[in-house]
Structures are given as structure tokens and as C-alpha cells.
């Protein structure tokens, strides 16, 4: 557990949902991932939860009744203070255009359509969680790899790791978006602040060289045909 | 029953009467015009009659007439008629002229008119007495009725004439008149012809005549009702849409949480199926919403300028993780194209293509989307490297439920019908074709060329 969840086990997730049976099932499921976890089927409380005690991620369902989660979002947002950021993680039953424009809009932080894979549910609440622990923490760990952004310096299995500036540049770009594809445009743009202009062949080359070094310790990074790559989540070998 | 024209119904209403009126109308003017013309000819048979009675002579024991034949040849001259007379002594005796012509059915001692029958023609003619001395003679003067059977056309006809034109003009007015009368309704019923099914704003009634009106004003209620109608069953499909997924989530839920319990494998097989069928389920529900809203009215969604390259992009993670979870490759080969649609359901479309590329693909197989302008034509298109569809088969699988015979998995044969379903709301072409190295398939979508890329 220590080694694939790098996060406190303590960390303390809110559901909101009036379907009892969704509710429990998520409970029991995100309990079996070692998160300590409330359930409320009401807006009102959840807004009152909030504002009482500390969550670090609420998984907010928009269809409550009373007050929806449209108004749960937007009160909670209201109340939250930037230091302590909590990710909302948005689901909806309805159809997806609508809400997701406005849950996002809102500053949900995800969004997932009813009924979704419980495997996929708990990899994104891992990865919003994961994201918000890093913010202002400049220290990121992934695996047997631990960067500081600051002091910019790598570990591997606590051994230092040479990168070339361009390396440190796409490796940065894939750490901030674990398990989520990444264009090819979108590592040149991040990296483009480095130098040249970049062509997609040279982006080739920086992968390859990363993967030279990462991938003997498990560590992957997926190619994406035609689209870009993927750093996967790390998994025991 | 044939629909019933207006115009011949008008016809049919108005000609009788205007033709009743129309031929009392000619009768009217018929006897006040042809008395004082009979008359006048009357008259001069009557002068014959005296002229004729002048010349009776009473000689011996009788009478006699005694004419010139230069006065008779007078007398009897006519350009059209033959002029006939009869001389009768006081006891009756016929005298002189034409002796066997027919007297006034009844004697009388007067002036009498009368028509008769005279060597097979009718004649006119008129019985006078005629003084001969002391006593009196009769003269019978007749004429053939030529010239009065061309005066009576010759009036008949000058007051037909005008009427008939008045007729003929009565049913060009109608004819004319209710075609341009019409003409608002015809402008409107076009107006509802050009109309999407989904449009239901009110008809404008300002420049309709005032008798449209409460035909307009009826039609705009029944498109406030059907608009009406429309916006519940959208509320509707989206509640029904809460109501099935929220239920479902929570059976798929305890589903996974069961299988990731230790149980023994004869339970573990029926947690297994009962999941499988969950998630069938929940696809099912989520085609036949989609299914309902791709039909021609059937949604109210946002059309716009859509960038096929971007909407791919936008997908790209959440069904890359799906492939890589059947062990397939998902690729990509994209290229802006734009088109005018419903975002929405472009995203569905490619959702369905994408579910069967990836589920009747083999393990370690490449499936490839492809964005881009095609000879001019906006493009979308998914190639797999599964068992393909056979050209025999192209056009069924298209079809709602179908499924190809010995196709595996648990399918609702629903995916392609709401592409087809989805690509005709967008004017696109959907065309299946194999895939290269005559493998596997390829599934486009091909829209109107007048959506170009945009810059």
C-alpha cells in the first residue's frame, strides 16, 4: 500500500449521492482503497460538511435532490480557500454535453458519465488527489522516481539521475498528467521554452532516451499511434 | 372520398343560379323586344287586308275581286316571305286568292290574329271583314314566317350573346379569382414544407388575409402543443436517462465490489455474468436514448461549426484506456475537418464505431481513426482489423437489432442504425468498406462538401 499509494492513508473523501445503493457500493469500494470516507445524500449537508471539516476530494452527483449539485459545486467553490485546494470529482446521469460544460465551468475537476467502471472511477480520484498534493509540493513521486521541480533533481530507486534539460522538460509534462494521453503538440509547446523550435522526430528522440533509463525499473511510457504518449501508472512489477 | 376542389365546389354552387338568372334574364328581354317588331309586321298583312278589301266589287248576284295583276304583284311582293290571301263572299264562299287557305279557328266578325299550317308551313295570319255594299266580305292575308323566325333569332342573340360573355367571364373570376385568393394559403403551406420537423415558431399572420387568420391561429396552437409535447418528451428521455443510469451505476458498483471479494468459483461465474449483463444494460439504455434523439425532431441539441479533428482529440484518452483494456491498439491519423452538426451526437456516432472497432477486434490488434478532408470532403472514419463485414452484409447490419449470424459477444445490434440514424440527420454518407490488406473494415462518414475546413 505505502509504495503504490505515496499519499497519507488517512486522506478523507466526501460522497454526495442520494441513490443508497451507488453511495454504498462507492463507499465500500473506495474504503477497500484505504481512503476514510463520508456519505451524505443531501446538498444541504454536504455544503455544511464542507464548510465544517477538512475533505480532500468530494465525488459530487449533479441529479440530488433540492439542491442540486450545480449549487452544491457552486457554494463549495464559494467557501474554498486557495491554499487547501479540494478536487470535486462530478457525476451525472444526464447526457454528457450540457453538464460537462457546466460542471467544468463550475470548477469541477473531472467528470464521469453514470453508470462508469469502478477501476476507472478510483484511478481518477487517485490521479485529482495525486495532483492536488502536488500542488506547491515540489517533491513528485511516481513509482521508484522522485523528482523536486525546484532543486530539479531526479531519483531513481534513490539513486541521482542524469536528465538533459529537454529530458527534465518532457518528463515534466508526462509526471503532471499520469495515465492521461499527451499530444505530441502539447510536450513541443512545454518544451519549446527550452530552445528551438521543435519537430515531432526530435520529441522521438527525447522519449526514447527516457525510456531508455525509466523503463528498466517498470516505469512506462506508452505510445499513443499517431497522437502522442502516456506515462502509465506504475504498477509492482 | 377525393379531396373536394374549392373551385369546382364554387362553380358547381354558382353556375346553376347564374345560368338560371342569366335565361330568365333573355326571356325577360325577349317578348318586351319582339311584341312591337310582330306587331309592325302584323300591321302591314293588315294594310294587305284592306288594300285587298278595297278592290271587292259586288256585280249580279255576288261578288267579285277584281285586281289588277299589277297590284297583286304588289301586294304579294315580299324579300322573304310568301304572301297568301283569301277573299270570302258574306255567306263564306271563298272568292278569289288562295281559296283552300285556312280560316280563324274561331269565326269571329272582328279583326283576329292567328297562326296556322299552310301547305306545310306555318304562316302568320290575320281575318278582317272587308264592307262590300250592304253587306260584308271577309279577307284572310298570311304570310310564310321566315322573316319573323330571323327577327326572333336576331334578338335572341343579341341578348344571349352578352350574357353568355357574362357567364364565361363569371367562371374565369371564380376560376382566377380563387387561385389568387388562395394564393396566401399556398405561401404558407409552402412556408410549412420548407420547415425543419423540430421548428416549431409560430407562422406569421401579418401579411395573410383577414379570413386565414383562424386557420393560422389554429395552426400556431397546434405547434404550441407539439412544441409543448416535444419539450416534455425531452424531459422525458432525460429523466428516463437519470433514472436508468443512477440504478445502474449503483448494480455495476456492488457488481465490481463482489469480484474483487474472495468468493468461490461457482458464485464467482454467476457475480460474472450478472456484471457482463449490467453493463450490456446500461450500453442498451444509453443507445435507444441516443437512438430516440438522432430522429428526424427528435432532439434539441446545439448544432454548430464541429471540428472533427478536435472532438477526436477530446475522446482520445477515455477510449484509448478502453482499447488498451481489450489489449488493442488505438491509433490516430488526424487532420482538421470541419462541419456543421450536433456535437453531441457526432461524439455518439464515433462512440458506436468505436465500441465495435474495439470489441470484435483480436487481442493486439490496431484500430485507426482517421479525421480530414477527403477529394474535398469533410471525413471521419475508424479502420479495424477484425473480422470485417462481408459485402452481403453491408447493407443489413445497418438495420436496427440486426446482428451478423455467428457474430460473438452480446451485442444490441443497435451501434450501426444509430450512425446510419445520426450520419443521415448530418446529410453524411456512411460507407463500410475493407480494411487494407483486405482485412478487417473501414467505417466512414462522409459529409457535404460545403463544409470546409475552417482557417
Redesign the interface.
Known amino acids: 500500500m505505502a509504495v503504490t499509494t505515496p499519499f497519507h492513508p488517512a486522506m478523507r473523501l466526501l460522497i454526495v449521492e442520494d441513490d443508497a445503493p451507488l453511495a454504498s457500493g462507492l463507499r465500500r469500494m473506495l474504503e477497500a482503497e484505504g481512503y476514510a470516507v463520508d456519505v451524505t445524500a443531501r446538498g444541504e449537508e454536504a455544503v455544511l460538511a464542507a464548510s465544517q471539516e477538512r475533505f480532500d476530494l468530494v465525488i459530487l452527483d449533479i441529479g440530488l435532490p433540492q439542491m442540486d449539485g450545480f449549487e452544491v459545486l457552486r457554494r463549495l467553490r464559494a467557501g474554498a480557500s486557495a491554499a487547501r485546494p479540494m478536487p470535486v470529482l462530478v457525476l451525472t446521469a444526464r447526457d454528457a454535453v450540457d453538464d460537462r460544460v457546466r460542471g467544468l465551468d463550475l470548477g469541477a475537476d473531472d467528470y464521469m458519465a453514470k453508470p462508469f467502471a469502478m477501476p476507472e472511477l478510483t484511478a481518477r480520484v487517485r490521479a485529482l488527489l495525486r495532483r492536488s498534493q502536488a500542488h506547491g509540493d515540489p517533491r513528485i513521486v511516481h513509482g521508484p522516481l522522485a523528482i523536486d521541480t525546484v532543486a530539479r533533481r531526479a531519483f531513481l530507486r534513490g539513486e541521482p539521475l542524469e536528465l538533459a534539460a529537454r529530458e527534465w522538460a518532457v518528463l515534466e509534462v508526462l509526471l503532471a498528467k499520469v495515465e492521461k494521453i499527451v499530444s505530441k503538440e502539447a510536450i513541443i509547446q512545454a518544451v519549446a521554452g527550452w530552445g528551438d523550435d521543435l519537430s515531432p522526430n526530435a520529441i522521438e528522440v527525447y522519449i526514447s532516451r527516457l525510456r531508455s533509463k525509466l523503463e528498466p525499473t517498470g516505469i512506462r511510457i506508452r505510445t499513443v499511434r499517431g497522437f502522442g504518449y502516456m506515462l502509465e501508472e506504475f504498477k509492482e512489477p | 372520398m377525393p379531396a373536394r376542389s374549392l373551385r369546382a365546389h364554387l362553380l358547381r354552387m354558382l353556375l346553376p343560379p347564374v345560368a338560371a338568372l342569366l335565361g330568365l334574364g333573355a326571356l325577360i328581354a325577349y317578348y318586351p323586344s319582339i311584341e312591337p317588331a310582330t306587331e309592325a309586321y302584323d300591321q302591314s298583312l293588315v294594310d294587305i287586308g284592306i288594300a285587298l278589301g278595297s278592290h271587292i266589287r259586288a256585280v249580279d248576284l255576288g261578288f267579285r275581286l277584281e285586281l289588277p295583276p299589277a297590284v297583286e304583284q304588289v301586294l304579294r311582293a315580299d324579300r322573304f316571305d310568301t304572301v297568301y290571301y283569301r277573299v270570302g263572299a258574306p255567306d263564306g264562299q271563298a272568292i278569289a286568292g288562295d281559296l283552300d287557305l285556312p280560316l280563324p279557328p274561331e269565326p269571329s266578325d272582328g279583326l283576329q290574329y292567328y297562326d296556322a299550317k299552310y301547305k306545310e308551313r306555318w304562316v302568320r295570319a290575320v281575318a278582317m271583314p272587308a264592307p262590300c255594299g250592304s253587306a260584308t266580305c271577309s279577307v284572310v292575308v298570311a304570310e310564310t314566317t321566315v322573316k319573323r323566325a330571323k327577327m326572333a333569332r336576331e334578338i335572341l342573340l343579341s341578348n344571349v350573346l352578352p350574357e353568355t360573355l357574362i357567364a364565361l367571364a363569371t367562371v374565369l373570376i371564380v376560376w382566377f379569382g380563387v387561385k389568387r385568393g388562395l394564393a396566401p394559403l399556398a405561401r404558407l403551406s409552402e412556408e410549412i414544407k420548407q420547415r425543419s420537423p423540430a421548428d416549431f415558431h409560430a407562422l406569421d399572420a401579418g401579411k395573410a388575409p383577414e379570413e386565414t387568420r383562424p386557420l393560422i391561429v389554429a395552426l400556431n396552437g397546434l405547434l404550441d402543443q407539439l412544441s409543448a409535447a416535444h419539450r416534455n418528451q425531452q424531459r422525458f428521455l432525460?429523466n428516463a436517462?437519470?433514472?436508468?443510469?443512477?440504478?445502474?451505476?449503483?448494480?455495476?458498483?456492488?457488481t465490481?465490489?463482489a469480484l474483487?471479494l474472495p468468493m468461490p468459483d461457482a458464485c464467482r461465474t454467476q457475480v460474472e455474468q450478472v456484471h457482463e449483463a449490467?453493463?450490456r444494460t446500461?450500453r442498451l439504455a444509453n443507445q435507444l436514448?441516443v437512438l430516440a434523439?438522432a430522429e428526424p425532431g427528435g432532439h434539441a441539441?446545439?448544432q454548430g461549426r464541429v471540428d472533427l479533428k478536435a472532438m477526436v482529440?477530446g475522446i482520445?484518452?477515455e477510449w484509448?484506456?478502453r482499447a488498451?483494456q481489450r489489449d488493442v491498439?488505438?491509433?490516430?491519423?488526424?487532420a482538421s475537418a470541419s462541419v456543421h452538426g450536433d456535437?453531441?451526437l457526432l461524439?455518439e456516432a464515433l462512440a458506436n464505431l468505436l465500441h465495435n472497432a474495439i470489441e470484435y477486434s483480436p487481442r493486439g490488434a490496431?484500430v485507426?481513426v482517421r479525421t480530414g478532408m477527403r477529394d474535398g470532403a469533410p471525413c471521419l472514419e475508424v479502420e479495424d482489423e477484425g473480422p470485417g463485414i462481408p459485402a452481403a452484409e453491408r447493407e443489413r447490419v445497418l438495420d436496427r437489432f440486426y446482428r451478423m449470424p455467428g457474430t460473438p459477444g452480446t451485442g444490441s445490434g443497435l451501434g450501426l442504425a444509430i450512425v446510419r440514424e445520426i450520419a443521415s440527420g448530418h446529410d453524411a454518407r456512411l460507407s463500410i468498406a475493407d480494411g487494407a490488406a483486405a482485412q478487417g473494415c473501414r467505417v466512414a462518414l462522409t459529409f457535404p462538401h460545403g463544409s470546409r475546413t475552417d482557417e
Open positions: 432525460a436517462a437519470h433514472q436508468l443510469r443512477t440504478p445502474l451505476a449503483g448494480l455495476r458498483a456492488h465490481e465490489l474483487s449490467t453493463i446500461a436514448l434523439r441539441g446545439v482529440e482520445a484518452d484509448v484506456h488498451l491498439d488505438l491509433g490516430f491519423d488526424l456535437e453531441f461524439r490496431r485507426t
